[in-house]
T-cell receptor
Framework: LAKTTQPISMDSYEGQEVNITCSHN???????ITWYQQFPSQGPRFIIQ???TKVTNEVASLFIPADRKSSTLSLPRVSLSDTAVYYC?????????????FGKGTTLSVSS | SQTIHQWPATLVQPVGSPLSLECTVE??????LYWYRQAAGRGLQLLFY??????ISSEVPQNLSASRPQDRQFILSSKKLLLSDSGFYLC?????????????FGEGSRLTVL
């Protein structure tokens, strides 16, 4: 199984930029890196996805170095509602298909 | 548009009883299907995934099983529940033809084993 590593928790204040890094050594050549946000008692919600370099959407940016063995989710100007668990998701090669394994997640706590 | 539904939303079962959770996807064909479990305060654990009818891959050995009797139907079962089976079960799908990580999740089923 591919192993992903994220910080267990992070603390921030409203208005700050938050960067969460995920390490993923066995990423498959054709697979993407995806980040999710999860609130309690809800299914994860897609945030952003990328293959290499930088991707930006209306809520976040994703930075991926050339070797693709890590990725960094950047949340600009966080608010209290960004308090959640953030998961890094990468594909894995497998004979029967591609299993999608979540990292252990990073609990982000935003304070006022 | 595509939708995913899973049921029941909540259930309380005694230890040793059977389990059946069902998930269906609409609006797409040949999806990859996934069952995840989340124990209280823990991360998401991949249990099973399927790339086609009758094709099931298990990620974690346990007393659970999965079946895919139809293209867009995924069922999670157990013959005898354990206390440790309690948790939040999530079904998800993704487009098979693309190597993207975008999963679409159902509403979740919360299981409490007493």
């Amino acid at each position: 199984l591919a192993k992903t590593t994220q910080p267990i928790s992070m603390d921030s204040y409203e208005g700050q930029e938050v960067n969460i890094t995920c390490s993923h050594n066995n990423i498959a050549t054709n697979d993407y890196i995806t980040w999710y946000q999860q609130f309690p008692s809800q299914g994860p919600r897609f945030i952003i996805q990328g293959y290499k370099t930088k991707v930006t959407n209306e809520v976040a940016s994703l930075f991926i170095p050339a070797d693709r063995k890590s990725s960094t989710l950047s949340l600009p100007r966080v608010s209290l509602s960004d308090t959640a668990v953030y998961y890094c998701l990468v594909g894995e090669p497998n004979q029967a298909g591609t299993a999608l394994i979540f990292g252990k997640g990073t609990t982000l706590s935003v304070s006022s | 548009s595509q939708t995913i539904h899973q049921w029941p939303a909540t259930l309380v079962q005694p230890v040793g009883s059977p389990l059946s959770l069902e998930c269906t996807v609409e609006g797409t064909s040949n999806p990859n299907l996934y069952w995840y479990r989340q124990a209280a305060g823990r991360g998401l654990q991949l249990l099973f995934y399927s790339v086609g009818i009758g094709q099931i891959s298990s990620e974690v050995p346990q007393n659970l099983s999965a079946s895919r009797p139809q293209d867009r139907q995924f069922i999670l079962s157990s013959k005898k529940l354990l206390l440790s089976d309690s948790g939040f079960y999530l079904c998800a799908w993704r487009k098979r033809e693309m190597n993207t990580g975008e999963l679409f999740f159902g509403e979740g089923s919360r299981l409490t084993v007493l």
